[in-house]
């Protein structure tokens, strides 16, 4: 997979490599120390469909196919991976360029609804034209997956044990997906929670593996976009370790879905489809 981790020395753009070490000063009273500090990186990295720039979103330039298919299908450009014929990652400039190719009603319709805007590692309103745009209805979620508590703690914890990069440089989120008994198949880091998303759903969709057949969990807030997100994909149960917003939940039980927030250790709180959640 073309993630530019190569065995070159990162150069001064830094985008080579998901994180880099760096210089630093290190500050303790009235001394200083020279030392080094692992820091994750962010770079442009541009979608543009058929030869045509979509969005640029700032991300972590590590397995960015699975970004590609997972942003295309969550953000309803692509109805399935079929229509992503065909993804090229290549080094533009101080940036990164997906170049994905479409089929010309796909490309064509894209070109009638967007103008394209910069987009930022944290913002779910990236790219956006108009509230239409950013509220569009969500398919509805059927699915006769139920999960244990277990399994939503074995999910989390494993989660933890399985961020390398955030180790390094506890500056990037982390999304998971998990089978009904909570054992991680998928696990995707970025600085930008969506893309961390987004490259789960993408990878799924690679692997041809059924979403619906188990559960997203995200260590993030549990926000709007990411419930839709999720919903696009057809996962029945998103989980996130912060809390949700109000419209969150209200996506999340529209689209049928089980939202789980505050998981932490062995609790959680059920905001959403709690008929999903087998419990005594």
Known sequence: MTDFAGHAAPDTIGYRLPSQRVPVLRLSGDTSLAGEAVVAEEVPVALAYNGRSHVVMMATPADLEDFAAGFSLTENIVGSLMELERTEVVRVGYGIELQCTVPSHVAD?????????PGRSGCGLCGKEAIADVMHAVRPVTSSLRVTPAALWRAAASLSAQQSLNAETHAVHAAAWATAA?????????????????KVIGALLRADIDASRGFLVVTSRASYELVQKAAAAGVPLLAAVSRPTGLAVRIAQGAGMTLVALLRGESADVYAGAERIAVD
Do not use: I, M, P, Y
Request: hydrophobic fraction near 35%.
């Open 182 to 198: 909570g054992e991680l198949v998928v696990v995707r880091e970025d600085v930008g929670r969506h893309n961390a998303l987004d």
């Open 109 to 117: 319709r894209l070109r009638s609804r967007t103008r394209q805007l």
